[in-house]
């Protein structure tokens, strides 16, 4: 895992969300617990529903506090306004951070960009939040943004409505608009869904080379393995509102040590594979978030349960607990069983 400073720049500790509806308490996210230093990508991984966004919108203090039940710590450590929990402080304080401090690309551009304003206008409202200026003076500055994400002919483009936009050309427009307040951390929810391979691509350049010119802090989110390799440094893996994983994104990748993990590696597709080959599944469905099972909530996919013994899995919550060289892993099986399994995956797997 990257070395970690003193004062990372997001410190998340012990984040807990929950929403009350009629069927029962929906506990989206229970204890997560990691932190990202400035210039570092962490990468969120796991299937729909294991918490991921719920984390992201967290972080940036969206949901509504008169519905979630949020408890825990994700301190934001500042240049201007120093250490700040956005579980605790104001609407207001946390307002004033948003967009400035973190900001956030989120997954569907179409639904996310008004359609009756232009984009050049929307980017600009972006930046007249954070800074007094004219229309005219905000509007210059979303031109530049524009630029800096490399949408041709900026300040013609920046006149025209979303629908006139290409899918990835609206990706940039998002982009544009999370970094015109010139954020240290951006958080990116799943920003390739629904473009193209190439176009996938070209995001990821464009994130990776935007994050070396300026030193932000990455966080993002995805269910897509290849996007991980191209672009983190590190990577949690969620299941059932919990990290069970987490690691570098070379030992995530060549040494993994939760069977979730294992099962997710083992799922995507291979060049090198036959025409015919079918892909590895993980059988059965992730669990509910109302109704979490005893012990392990992975323990009724898991094919090594029978290699712990007894019935530990089933009824002990197992601790993020090190599997060595900064290395976290949740699961009950010993360090040396875990390494075996994962050399046989890897091996069924095929080089990576």
């Known amino acids: 895992m990257s070395a970690q400073s003193t004062h990372p720049y997001l410190q998340v500790t012990d984040l807990q969300v929950a929403f009350p509806t009629a069927d029962g308490l929906v506990q989206a996210v229970n204890g997560v617990t990691f932190s990202v230093n400035k210039g570092q990508t962490l990468a969120i991984v796991g299937e729909s529903g294991c918490g991921k966004s719920v984390t992201s919108l967290a972080i940036m203090g969206l949901h509504n506090r008169k519905v979630a039940k949020i408890s825990g710590s994700v301190v934001v450590n500042d240049a201007e306004k120093g250490p700040v929990d956005i579980v605790s402080a104001s609407e207001d304080t946390v307002r004033a951070l948003r967009g400035r401090a973190i900001s956030m690309i989120f997954q569907d551009p179409m639904s996310s960009l008004h359609p009756y304003y232009s984009v050049g206008d929307q980017v600009a409202e972006a930046y007249l ?7 005219e003076e905000a509007f210059a500055q979303a031109v530049k943004a524009l630029e800096r994400v490399g949408i041709p002919e900026a300040e013609r483009r920046a006149k025209n409505f979303p629908h006139e936009f290409s899918g990835g050309m609206r990706q940039r427009a998002m982009i544009a608009m999370a970094l015109v ?4 951390m951006v958080i990116a929810d799943e920003p390739t869904t629904a473009l193209d391979v190439t176009v996938q691509a070209q995001i990821i350049n464009l994130l990776r080379d935007l994050q070396a010119e300026f030193g932000m802090a990455i ?3 995805t269910h897509d393995l290849g996007v991980v390799a ?5 990577v949690a893996v969620m299941y059932g509102g919990r990290i069970v994983e987490q690691a570098s994104v070379r030992d995530v990748f060549y040494r993994p040590q939760m069977p979730y993990t294992m099962g997710l590696l083992s799922s995507v597709p291979r060049l090198d594979g036959g025409r015919d080959e079918r892909l590895r599944t993980i059988p059965g469905q992730p669990p ?17 349960v029978e290699l712990v013994g007894g019935d530990k899995c089933s009824t002990s919550l197992p601790d993020l607990a090190s599997g060595g060289d900064n290395h976290l892993v949740r699961c009950h099986l010993d360090t040396d069983t875990r390494k075996r399994v994962s050399a046989e995956a890897l091996n069924r797997q095929g080089a990576m």
Request: proline share 8%; with cysteine; glycine share 2%.
């Open 288 to 304: 509910s978030m109302i109704n979490l099972p005893q012990g392990c909530a992975f323990r009724v996919r898991c094919p090594y």
């Open 230 to 234: 191209d672009i983190a440094d590190d």
């Open 181 to 184: 307040n010139d954020p240290v």
């Open 219 to 221: 966080i993002i989110i």
């Open 129 to 135: 939040l954070h800074h007094d200026v004219s229309k």
